[in-house]
């Protein structure tokens, strides 16, 4: 069946440090990957997104990574600073469709001083 | 910046009773979407609509569920008799558009706790 899934709950890094957050999805025929942050006690907040005839987005400090053959996809979030502390989920849509979102387990990052 | 917003923040009801979670989307935005979030869990597809009709909806969303667009400003989710299970935070969201490419809006939640 359909799944997006993470491989860490955790992550802490100092800031300053870059962060990479990670997902892998299991159904084939999505065509745009998309990444939320959420604050405590806030829905959740578009990062940026990736279609799915793309290995590579850019966005202000975020970098979004596809790679299909093995069906992962990747947050990186450069110089990270408390501001980015969240947990964040990746999240697949399909065309088609009426936006519905399929969203993974999330990942808390914590950054520390 | 436009929002989504959502009403109330927290309610607390007993098992059976009915409850009502009320949403004001964007004001030019034509599709609407209930989720919910278990605490601690992912969050989860509940509902879409759009043009005063349900377009998709989960399994989740079974005949206990009910959505309505009661104005043209005011998107609702209403639970007819309350289980513990229901307990979760619950977004509403809306897009512009439909597409997968089309950025939802999310509201703050409302913490639904049934005891």
């Known amino acids: 069946g359909e799944s997006v899934g993470l491989h860490l709950p955790t992550l802490s890094v100092q800031e300053g440090d870059n962060s990479i957050i990670n997902c892998a999805y299991s159904n084939s025929a999505s065509d745009y990957f998309i990444w939320y942050k959420q604050e405590s006690g806030k829905g959740p907040q578009f990062i940026i997104d990736?279609?799915?005839?793309?290995d590579k987005r850019q966005g202000q400090r975020v970098t979004v990574l596809l790679n299909k053959t093995v069906k992962h996809l990747s947050l990186q979030i450069a110089a990270t600073q408390p501001g980015d502390s969240a947990v964040y989920f990746c999240a697949e849509a399909f065309s088609g469709g009426y936006n519905k979102l399929i969203f993974g387990a999330g990942t808390r990052l914590a950054v520390h001083p | 910046e436009p929002e989504v917003t959502q009403t109330p923040s927290h309610q607390v009801t007993q098992m059976g009773q009915e409850v009502i979670l009320r949403c004001v989307p964007i004001?030019?935005?034509?599709?609407f979407y209930w989720y919910r979030q278990i605490l601690g869990q992912k969050v989860e597809f509940l509902v879409s609509?759009?043009?005063?009709?349900?377009?998709?909806k989960s399994e989740i969303f079974d005949d206990q569920f009910s959505v309505e667009r009661p104005d043209g400003s005011n998107f609702t989710l209403k639970i007819r008799s309350t289980k513990l299970e229901d307990s979760a935070m619950y977004f509403c969201?809306?897009?512009?558009?439909?597409?997968?490419?089309?950025?939802?809006?999310f509201g703050q939640g409302t913490r639904l706790t049934v005891v």
């Open positions: 004001s030019n935005h034509l599709y």
């Open positions: 990736i279609r799915s005839n793309m």
């Open positions: 969201a809306s897009t512009p558009s439909s597409g997968a490419n089309t950025e939802a809006f």
């Open positions: 609509f759009y043009n005063n009709e349900i377009s998709e």
